[in-house]
């Protein structure tokens, strides 16, 4: 299933052995990860220091190296401490590398405590923690397969 630029060998293992509906998280660096991780997933840490990597340049790493079905973000809030009253700009960014990449997908937000499940399920087989610092930049991708 792969067809990649990207050269991190834990990561390939995971995207190898990996099927249609399995999920991968890019998580910013202020995700939880450790304790919301499905019960199979791989945990991979890419968070040198912050802000390196960022959630965009490992969306298109994997964007290089799979098919992607679905991109499911984080639904931010619009109130309180964290709350923005708009899409995240960061999420334009996701948008336009999405383009780039020649895939024809939409960001689809998910609650903040449902997105917290979607990544406890079974299907969830690798979380790429990052270095992101801006908020709400969590992306969950459902692996599709290759056209025949």
């Given at each position: 299933?792969?067809?990649t630029?990207?050269?991190?060998?834990?990561?390939?293992?995971?995207?190898?052995?990996?099927?249609?509906?399995?999920?991968?998280?890019?998580?910013?660096g202020?995700?939880?990860?450790?304790?919301?991780?499905?019960?199979?997933?791989?945990?991979?840490?890419?968070?040198?220091?912050?802000?390196?990597?960022?959630?965009?340049?490992?969306?298109?790493?994997?964007?290089?190296?799979?098919?992607?079905?679905?991109?499911?973000?984080?639904?931010?809030?619009?109130?309180?401490?964290?709350?923005?009253?708009?899409?995240?700009?960061?999420w334009?960014?996701?948008?336009?590398?999405?383009?780039?990449?020649?895939?024809d997908?939409?960001?689809?937000?998910?609650?903040?405590?449902?997105?917290?499940?979607?990544?406890?399920h079974?299907?969830?087989?690798?979380?790429?923690?990052t270095?992101?610092?801006?908020?709400?930049?969590?992306?969950?991708?459902?692996?599709?397969?290759?056209?025949?």
């Amino acid at each position: 299933m792969l067809k990649t630029d990207m050269i991190h060998p834990e990561i390939l293992a995971v995207l190898g052995s990996a099927g249609h509906y399995s999920r991968v998280l890019i998580a910013d660096g202020n995700f939880p990860a450790a304790n919301k991780l499905g019960p199979k997933a791989k945990l991979v840490h890419l968070n040198f220091m912050p802000g390196v990597l960022t959630c965009n340049q490992v969306l298109q790493g994997l964007l290089s190296a799979v098919v992607v079905e679905e991109i499911n973000t984080m639904q931010y809030e619009t109130e309180g401490e964290y709350g923005t009253p708009e899409d995240p700009p960061v999420w334009a960014e996701f948008r336009k590398t999405i383009r780039d990449a020649g895939v024809d997908l939409p960001l689809k937000p998910i609650e903040k405590l449902a997105f917290y499940d979607a990544v406890r399920h079974d299907d969830h087989v690798l979380t790429i923690q990052t270095g992101e610092q801006v908020g709400w930049a969590n992306l969950l991708l459902t692996l599709g397969c290759r056209r025949f």
